[in-house]
């Protein structure tokens, strides 16, 4: 079974610009949830997706966002980037997300380096 | 909100030797504690989970003990290998809200 896949695994940026990852969940994963990894501040909960539905939110600003497609598919958009959004950014996928069986797998991460 | 604390940040330790990891929790509802390796340039891999209503679960080389009276839960690899090298996440999670540990580098010593 192919693992979690994630699309561009690398990106420049300048600041100002937007940009918008993308996360492939396992097959039959139905939850996705995006994390922030920084040397600083480590692994930050960005959100979880359900269903197409946000279920879970972290502290982030709002110019953070993402969505979830009805094929699990699922992407987030970071609008008016600043240089401290450089960060590896993780999407994680489970089965369900809330259950006490779930487990989260991630995926390698897109590095976003903005100049 | 859960606040997870790990511990030491970084651990080298001669190879052949035994790792031990520690990280506390703060909010009694949580009820799974997974622990992840992260290699450089990839994402992290689960290594070990376990629930809250088991206090200990052991796989090979690892082991994962949890104390819920105290709320903290730990990491012990045995008969370390070079390989075992990597930065080492624990985290808690309460229904859908999962916190992660700010890591442990450990360093295996050949």
């Known amino acids: 079974k192919a693992g979690v896949t994630q699309t561009p695994r690398y990106l420049i940026k300048t600041r100002g610009q937007q940009v918008t990852l993308s996360c492939s969940p396992i097959s039959g994963h139905r939850s996705v949830s995006w994390y922030q990894q920084t040397p600083g501040q480590g692994l930050q909960f960005l959100f979880e997706y359900f269903s197409e539905t946000q279920r879970n939110k972290g502290n982030f600003p709002g110019r953070f966002s993402g969505r979830q497609f009805s094929n699990s598919r699922s992407e987030m958009n970071v609008s008016t980037l600043e240089l401290g959004d450089s960060a590896l950014y993780l999407c994680?996928?489970?089965?369900?997300?809330?259950?006490?069986?779930?487990?989260?797998?991630f995926g390698p991460g897109t590095r976003l380096l903005v100049l | 909100g859960e606040n997870v604390e790990q511990h030491p940040s970084t651990l080298s330790v001669q190879e052949g030797d035994s790792a031990v990891i520690k990280c506390t929790y703060s909010?009694?509802?949580?009820?799974?504690f997974p622990w992840y390796k992260q290699e450089l340039g990839k994402g992290p891999q689960l290594i070990i989970d376990i629930r809250s209503n088991v206090g200990e679960k052991k796989d090979q080389r690892i082991a994962v003990t949890l104390n819920k009276t105290a709320k903290h839960f730990s990491l012990h690899i045995t008969e370390t290998q070079p390989e075992d090298s990597a930065v080492y996440f624990c985290a808690a999670r309460r229904n859908n809200d999962m916190r992660f540990g700010a890591g442990t580098r450990l360093t295996v010593k050949p």
């Open positions: 909010d009694s509802a949580s009820n799974y």
């Open positions: 994680a996928s489970s089965r369900d997300g809330g259950g006490m069986s779930e487990t989260q797998y």
